[in-house]
């Protein structure tokens, strides 16, 4: 049988489909081992932009979420906790629109200031009596989550939390949100200036997905083989966000263990 330059060409083009096809494969298989996705420099201080795959599912869950929701719960720091929060102008407490939320509930963290400030002297358990939780910041506002340096801010297991313009701060001793078996997605959010030294990540997942999208990460000073982000038997996504200027001791910005990471350049 005779080759002509046309079979040539069709063997080399179906060898080159069959190397690219192993390499894709590889790329997305779950990693047993701990895995550095976005590694601090040789200065102990990142300045990368990295960009992931976004999670189609949790997106459309998220947006499932804005559309079914019934209304807004209204809250300000200031509350006295007199009102139910149905109205901007009666706002409640954040921890009494939690612990009366239904599934798919929006919390709205409204002020008439330029800031505002909610200082957590408790963790806020989260589980499956409360899905799909969603906890907006007012535009054009800083809205702050500050830690105080001795409280973790959110535990939560088994549900879904979107956080969106929101400033995480101040957290030192327990990370900022623990989550097991759920869904966590972090939008337009600030974590910063943050610094401790226990065995604690700032956000710890176990069988979780964890979406980080529009957001900045820096400035945050990490002690002990802890990480800013970490995720154990799940899903990583990391989309059109900044991770900068973190000074880790032991272990890079963010890492995974048994989790599906698909990285985009």
């Known amino acids: 049988m005779k080759f002509n330059k046309t079979h040539y060409f069709l063997i080399i083009m179906l060898l080159f489909f069959l190397i690219f096809s192993v390499g894709l494969t590889s790329a997305t298989e779950v990693n047993n081992q701990t895995t550095t996705v976005i590694k601090s420099n040789q200065s102990s201080t990142s300045n990368n932009l990295i960009k992931m795959e976004l999670n189609e599912n949790s997106q459309n869950q998220y947006n499932k979420t804005l559309k079914t929701a019934s209304g807004y719960t209204y809250v300000n720091s200031k509350s006295d906790g007199t009102s139910d929060g149905k109205t901007k102008n009666q706002p409640t407490t954040l921890n009494k629109a939690i612990e009366s939320a239904s599934d798919n509930q929006i919390i709205y963290l409204t002020t008439n200031d330029k800031q505002d400030t909610y200082k957590f002297t408790d ?82 997942m176990y069988s979780s997905n964890l979406i980080i999208k529009n957001s900045i990460i820096e400035n945050n000073n990490v002690k002990g083989s802890n990480s800013l982000a970490y995720v154990s038997n799940g899903k990583l996504t990391v989309d059109n966000s900044i991770i900068r200027n973190n000074i880790m001791e032991n272990k890079g910005d963010i890492s995974t263990q048994q989790s599906t990471n698909i990285i985009l350049n």
Not at 152 to 173: A, E, G, V
């Open 123 to 204: 963790t806020i358990y989260l589980s499956s009596d409360k899905r799909n939780l969603t906890i907006i910041g007012e535009e054009n506002k800083e809205i702050i989550f500050d830690g105080q340096k001795s409280s973790q801010l959110f535990d939560i297991y088994s549900t879904s939390l979107t956080l969106k313009n929101i400033k995480i701060t101040n957290i030192s001793n327990y990370g900022a949100i623990y989550a097991y078996n759920s869904n966590i997605t972090l939008d337009n959010c600030t974590i910063n200036n943050n610094k401790y030294q226990i065995n604690s990540d700032i956000l710890e």
